[in-house]
T-cell receptor
Framework: DAKTTQPPSMDCAEGRAANLPCNHSTISGNEYVYWYRQIHSQGPQYIIHGLKNNETNEMASLIITEDRKSSTLILPHATLRDTAVYYCIVRVSGKAAGNKLTFGGGTRVLVKP | EPEVTQTPSHQVTQMGQEVILRCVPISNHLYFYWYRQILGQKVEFLVSFYNNEISEKSEIFDDQFSVERPDGSNFTLKIRSTKLEDSAMYFC????????????????FGPGTRLLVL
């Protein structure tokens, strides 16, 4: 699976949009971008994933650049409960690929009042 | 909304003792996983399990570890003789399937069991 690079930390104001970048310059055509978050040692929580199109769900939006070398997770209106470590994970899809998730250090997001 | 559950939430044991961590995956899921997270470190993959056998395991998953699906709902991780360095949060996860891209491959995690080996 391709390696990802994320800033170690960032702050965000409550009620504002939080934009979390992720670089995955070695991503290949069959690799998906997944985002998880972990709130204070709880189990990782799935947020969203995508291949090449932008995606949106009730939690967040995922913007993937046209060359797929980077992506941005957008939390549209951050709340204090969004304070967590956010992980960007690139993962090959398909049976032959195996199915483990490889977690990096993530971005520690602190939402401030 | 269906979720993965784990018991116990906390476990304290003496070095050398056996522990069994229990997980109930989401009911229609077929693929099961264990991960661990040592305090302050990254989440690490241990093992994946499908169709009553291990499909993949990491270097961490040595002979001291075993997994089992003893019935139709539980998935267990056994550590035969615990060491101090086994102290960690252990997370169970499950997914519907692999080989079909997208949401059905998404892994959903339980809340974890905090294991402390003294």
């Amino acid at each position: 699976d391709a390696k990802t690079t994320q800033p170690p930390s960032m702050d965000c104001a409550e009620g504002r949009a939080a934009n979390l970048p992720c670089n995955h310059s070695t991503i290949s055509g069959n690799e998906y971008v997944y985002w998880y978050r972990q709130i204070h040692s709880q189990g990782p929580q799935y947020i969203i994933h995508g291949l090449k199109n932008n995606e949106t769900n009730e939690m967040a939006s995922l913007i993937i650049t046209e060359d797929r070398k980077s992506s941005t997770l957008i939390l549209p209106h951050a709340t204090l409960r969004d304070t967590a470590v956010y992980y960007c994970i690139v993962r090959v899809s398909g049976k032959a690929a195996g199915n483990k998730l490889t977690f990096g250090g993530g971005t520690r997001v602190l939402v401030k009042p | 909304e269906p979720e993965v559950t784990q018991t116990p939430s906390h476990q304290v044991t003496q070095m050398g003792q056996e522990v069994i961590l229990r997980c109930v995956p989401i009911s229609n899921h077929l693929y099961f996983y264990w991960y661990r997270q040592i305090l302050g470190q990254k989440v690490e993959f241990l093992v994946s399990f499908y169709n009553n056998e291990i499909s993949e395991k990491s270097e961490i998953f040595d002979d001291q570890f075993s997994v089992e699906r003893p019935d139709g709902s539980n998935f267990t991780l056994k550590i035969r003789s615990t060491k101090l360095e086994d102290s960690a949060m252990y997370f169970c996860a499950s997914s519907t399937r692999i080989g079909l891209a997208g949401l059905q491959e998404t892994q959903y995690f339980g809340p974890g069991t905090r294991l402390l080996v003294l």
